[in-house]
């Protein structure tokens, strides 16, 4: 059975969590392939919230196993914190599975990213300073700690102890702090964590396939976004993964062959957390009136989001990236009061116009949006629930879009809770 892959193509926060989990009652399976505790994501059930980082979103369906794959890096401490907010709302989380060839995330990640960004200043790149970046540093320089370590006490500490002297030598030398204790760390990691990480942790990457040839749906879930990704986004103000849906394969241990159908997920408008370049950036009272209607505050860290208008060069260049079958649109219902609503068709600079990114960052960072405005339709839809019932510029703000990324728009979202959404195909 073909695989699905859940991809955001902005700058991340899109509502993936909300289509993820609308996809996955289809599903059997539900796959987290990168990111970290970083990206965060809300469902809403019945007007009460779920904030979910490291769990993926299928937890919140019986008959799906959600599976952390070995694209992500975990730190155990927040996971289990994780499970024991669901269960104390009455989820059932023993079918979580964790693979054991995820990374770590250990203290000396978190402070280092923390002190790192200090030290960057205006520099920075505007991490969550949640040691996601170190994390997958350290797997690249093959130095990390693995999910499996935990099982191995004496392999656990051999490691640790190894990779803590160098950390530490980082620490005291460049930036002046105290050293960090290996026995507090194995302390925690193996004697609090371990003990109940040990059900979960298992050979995801057999799962997945004994699921797949079995004929099971399969869902690929990303975090962040495609603008975010570490090879394609607006380097550096980038993750440290690979949130593409190319991403899903290496993170989930599957070839290419197993996916056919790719969701891309979209805001009706843009926003992004941190440094960085964003052409439509809204700097006045539409960008405020957006963060206050959008609810634009980060799930994890409570920071304020940059707004602005949709831009489909980005999308464009999203529908490549990702071999994109289908969109789904959320937050339409935000721009219910604009008499009027803007769409980036292409950018300008130096009297050159692109409608495709511009490869070069110093363009990206200059050019100036070419917008189409559209009326808007001053209509609450919060309670549509079928595609007739939009008022006709709401629907042709959605043809609009889906015209200009040459992608269908199937799922178009008019408010928070799980059930707000309406079928858009035609």
Known sequence: ?????????????????????????????VVRYQGGHNAGHTIVVDGESFA?????????????????????????????????????????????????NAHLILPYHQEIDRLTERRLGKNKVGTTKRGIGPAYADKAARVGLRVQDLLDPKIFRQKLDVVLKEKNAVLAKVFNQLPLSADEIAAQYLEECAPRMEPMIGDTVALVHEALEAGRHVLLEGAQATFLDLDHGTYPFVT?????????????????RYIDRVIGVAKA?????????????????????LVERGGEYGTNTGRRRRTGWFD?????HAVRLNSLSELALTKLDVLDTLPEVKVCVAYELDGERFEHLPYHQSVLHKVTPIYETLPGWTTDLSSVTERRQLPPHALDYVAFLEQQVGVPIRLVGVGPGRDQFLHFAA
């Open 52 to 100: 979910l980082q490291l769990v993926p979103s299928g937890i919140l369906y019986d008959h799906i196993t959600p599976v952390i794959g070995n694209g992500v890096v975990v730190d155990p401490r927040v996971l289990l914190d994780e499970v024991d907010m669901l269960e104390r709302k009455g989820v059932d989380t023993r079918r979580l599975k964790v693979s054991g």
């Open 312 to 316: 489909a060069v980005m999308l464009r």
């Open 240 to 256: 440290s993964s690979n949130p593409v849906a190319g991403g899903a394969c290496t993170g989930a241990g599957i070839g290419p």
């Open 269 to 289: 408008y843009v926003t992004r957390v941190g440094s960085g370049p964003f052409p439509t950036e809204l700097l006045d009272e539409v960008g405020d009136l």
């Open 1 to 29: 059975m073909p695989a699905t892959v859940v991809v955001g193509t902005q700058w991340g926060d899109e509502g993936k969590g909300k289509f993820t989990d609308l996809v996955a009652k289809e599903m059997h399976l």
